[in-house]
């Protein structure tokens, strides 16, 4: 009788023992699988960078005005804003009535985006349109509609039939703290910018035509980029020259510069070139523009092409 008992015992905790494990494995059966946890590779984006990408991604179709559509302007009573970063001794031998001097290089300037209007249109005016061109995309991307003055004052303003009309010898004060708030990191590389502008190998981030000319002919594998439109390029361009046509959607095509080399870049006659320093720059790439650019009818015998410089097709 002991041993039949003791029998029964065993088998009862063998039940037991088969019973649990049969509900553990329906309960594991049940619980939902736990999903993979995917590893989310985080991209940094440099705020800097992309809001100078943003200039020609959102590109309106032109940042350049000819003098006399900012005297239409004046006629009509538009509130502009006029800004000569021309040196003081010319600026008050003359300038546009209104216009504030914020030299190319000075304090002034450095300091500008922290009074420039941030509801007003700023038309920018140099000497021809070159320096203009860097300061109307340098601003932009700070978040001011800039537009620079085409041909500047030497080779535009001054050449505009009429223009004595729209000039004034007095200087116009610089305006008070506008309020203007600008994402910090943009601000300080805005401010960094034309800190560093009289710095630097190529002071103004400009080269001559003969200076290039020298490099081209001594030395090998120059970055040269030309963003005058294709059809104009096929027809003649500085020898080694890539393509990247100047316009919507260029920056695209940033990515394959170099970083770690000097990329000159060349238009017509300096001021899309100077656009498109201005935000290589901000992106990290170190551009300068070749002065005068290829050379217009208007540059007045300046530029690679107007200095006899060879081109090849």
Known sequence: MKKILQVLMMMLLALAVLTGCQKKEEAAAAAPAEKAVEAVETVQVDPVEEAAASYFADYPGSRIAPASDVFAMLDAGDDIFVLDIRQPDVYSAGHIKGAVNAPWGSD???????????????????????????????????????????????????KTEGFEGYVETAAASVPEASGTVIQPEIKEAVQEYFTTVTTGAYKNNIIASSALKELVDTEEGLNIVSVRQPKDFDAGHIMGAINIPFGAGMQEAFADLPRDETVFVYCYSGQTAGQTVGIMRLMGIDAVSVKSGMGTAGTAGSGWSNEGFETVM
Request: charged share 10%; aromatic share 12%; hydrophobic share 45%.
């Open 108 to 158: 002034i300037l450095v300091d500008a985006v922290n009074w420039l209007p941030a509801d007003k249109k700023i038309y920018v005016n140099c000497y021809t349109g070159q320096t203009a061109g860097q300061t109307t995309a340098v601003l932009n991307v700070a978040g001011f509609d800039v537009t620079s003055i085409k041909y500047g004052w030497n080779l535009g303003i001054s």
